[in-house]
C-alpha cells in the first residue's frame, strides 16, 4: 500500500543476518537426510550465484570467486569455511575465514577434503531449476582439481538439499514479505488507476514506464519485466503459448477494455508476483458489464478450490493440481492453473502447482510436496464466454502471493474481487 515502510538496505542487512543465524542452523540436519557429507557453493564475479545471499551475509562479493563451504563434523557438528578473495570480518561472524590475508583457494580446499574426507560432496550440478545447476564450468574443474581425482568421484548434485533450504521459510521473515506485497499491491492500483490512464490517451508503453518509475521512487528492484495485456470487445484476442500475450507499447488504452498487469518486486532478499485487472468504464457506465463480473467470480471460485478445499501440507502439487481441475470441470469453469512456489526467487523452488509439471515424476517426490509455511504464487486464469463481448471468451487472470497453514493457502492481501474501475474521459469523469 502507498506509505508501507520499507527498511533502509543498512537495516535490511541487519536484520537478514540474524535470520542468517537461524538458517545455518538448518543445514546439517538437511545435508544429513539428502545424504551431503560436503556442500560447496561459488560466487563467481559479476556472476552471484542465486544461493549466495542466503547461505552467507547479504552484501556484494566481488572476490573474483568467492567458495563457501560447509562439512558434516559429525560429533562436532557443522564446519563452515569462507574462502574468499577478500577478507571481511563479517564473514568471520558466520565462518571460519580469515580477517587479514586470504587464504589459497585451492589449497585451502584441498585441506579440508584431506581432514574431513566427505562421503560426497554435494555441488549446483544436475538440476531441474537454475538454482540448483548453478555451477559454472571452470568453477567445477576447478573445485576437481582441488579436491583430486578421489574427491571429484565423490560429486553429487545438491539439488534436493538447496531446495529444502530455499523453500523453507522462518516466521521473523512473514512481516517483511508482508510488507513487500504491500508495497506491490499499493504500486499496482496507482497504476491501474485515473492517476496514470487517461483513456484514449495513455500507452500500455505509458503504462510500463511508470512502473520503472514507481520501483524507483519506492527503493526497490524489480526481477522481471513488468508487463501488460488489453482485451477489448472489438478485434482480436492474441495469444501466445496459450496465454493472452502482451500487449504491444503504442497500444492506447480506451473505453470499454480491460487491462491487466503483470508485475513484481524485489525487497530484503525476497520477491513479489502480482497480477491484477482493471476495467476502463465506457460513457454512461459505473461498474463493469455483467458477464465480465462473472467471469471475475470464476477465477475466485478457482482460487477458493485451489487454495482452500485442495491444498494441505504434504501433498504433491500434482495431486492438488488434478483435484482442481477435477472439481472446476464439474462446475463449467474453464480453467488454467500455473502456480509457482516463490520467496528468494520470484521463481522459487518447491512444490508447484502447474499444468506443465502435474504428471512429472518430480512432482511426487518427497522434497517436492507442498511444505507446511512455504510461500506459492497462486498464479491461474479462466476464459469465460461474455455475452455483451458477442460471446467472445474473456481471459480473468490472476496472480496472489500466498503461505501455506495446516487448512491450507492464504493470501498475504485481500485478494481482488471486483475490477479497479477506470474512468473513459479524459478529466477521469463519468458522465
Request: aromatic share 10%.
Amino acid at each position: 500500500m502507498p506509505g508501507t515502510p520499507l527498511l533502509p538496505w543498512s537495516q535490511q542487512i541487519t536484520i537478514r543476518e540474524g535470520w542468517l543465524t537461524k538458517r545455518h542452523a538448518m543445514i546439517l540436519p538437511m545435508m544429513r537426510r539428502h545424504n551431503i557429507g560436503m556442500w560447496i557453493v561459488v560466487n563467481e564475479e559479476f556472476h552471484d550465484d542465486p544461493l549466495a545471499h542466503y547461505i552467507a551475509p547479504p552484501r556484494p562479493y566481488t572476490g573474483n570467486r568467492d567458495i563457501f563451504v560447509f562439512i558434516d563434523g559429525a560429533d562436532q557438528g557443522l564446519k563452515k569455511f569462507a574462502i574468499t578473495g577478500y577478507t571481511e570480518e563479517n564473514l568471520a561472524r558466520f565462518f571460519d575465514a580469515p580477517t587479514t590475508e586470504p587464504r589459497p583457494a585451492g589449497p585451502t580446499l584441498r585441506a579440508l577434503y584431506e581432514t574431513w574426507k566427505p562421503r560426497t560432496i554435494g555441488l549446483g550440478i544436475n538440476g531441474r531449476r537454475g538454482q540448483t545447476r548453478s555451477l559454472g564450468y571452470d568453477a567445477h574443474q576447478f573445485i576437481a582439481d582441488a579436491v583430486g581425482a578421489d574427491g571429484a568421484a565423490k560429486f553429487v548434485s545438491a539439488s534436493d538439499l538447496i531446495e529444502e533450504y530455499l523453500d523453507t521459510r522462518l516466521p521473523e521473515e512473514m512481516e517483511h514479505y508482508r510488507a513487500a506485497v504491500a508495497v506491490t499491491e499499493g504500486i499496482v492500483k496507482r497504476a491501474l488507476s485515473p492517476e496514470v490512464i487517461t483513456a484514449g490517451r495513455t500507452t500500455v508503453g505509458d503504462v510500463r514506464r511508470h512502473l520503472y518509475d514507481a520501483l524507483w521512487s519506492a527503493g526497490v528492484r524489480t526481477w522481471f519485466q513488468p508487463d501488460l495485456r488489453v482485451q477489448r470487445a472489438g478485434g482480436d484476442i492474441a495469444t501466445s503459448r496459450g496465454f493472452l500475450a502482451v500487449a504491444p507499447e503504442a497500444t492506447v488504452i480506451e473505453p470499454g477494455d480491460l487491462v491487466h498487469i503483470d508485475f513484481g518486486i524485489s525487497y530484503m532478499g525476497f520477491d513479489t508476483d502480482w497480477q491484477k485487472m482493471a476495467y476502463v468504464l465506457k460513457p454512461g457506465e459505473t461498474a463493469a458489464p455483467a458477464g465480465l463480473r462473472a467471469a471475475l467470480a470464476n477465477t475466485n471460485t478457482v482460487q477458493d478450490a485451489l487454495m482452500l478445499r485442495h491444498s494441505r501440507p504434504g501433498l504433491t502439487g500434482g495431486a492438488v493440481f488434478r483435484a482442481t481441475m477435477s472439481e472446476m470441470k464439474e462446475r463449467g469453469i474453464e480453467a488454467m492453473v500455473y502456480s509457482h512456489p516463490i520467496g528468494t526467487q520470484g521463481h522459487g523452488l518447491g512444490a508447484g502447482i502447474d499444468f506443465r509439471a502435474a504428471n512429472r515424476s518430480d512432482t511426487t517426490a518427497l522434497n517436492s510436496r507442498l511444505r507446511l509455511g512455504s510461500y506459492i504464487s497462486i498464479e491461474l486464469n479462466t476464459a469465460t464466454p461474455v455475452p455483451e463481448w458477442g460471446g467472445k471468451k474473456v481471459f480473468v487472470m490472476m496472480e496472489d502471493d500466498a503461505y501455506l497453514t495446516p487448512e491450507g493457502f492464504r493470501f498475504f492481501r485481500p485478494r481482488q474481487e471486483a475490477f479497479y474501475l477506470i474512468p473513459g474521459t479524459a478529466r477521469g469523469l463519468v458522465p
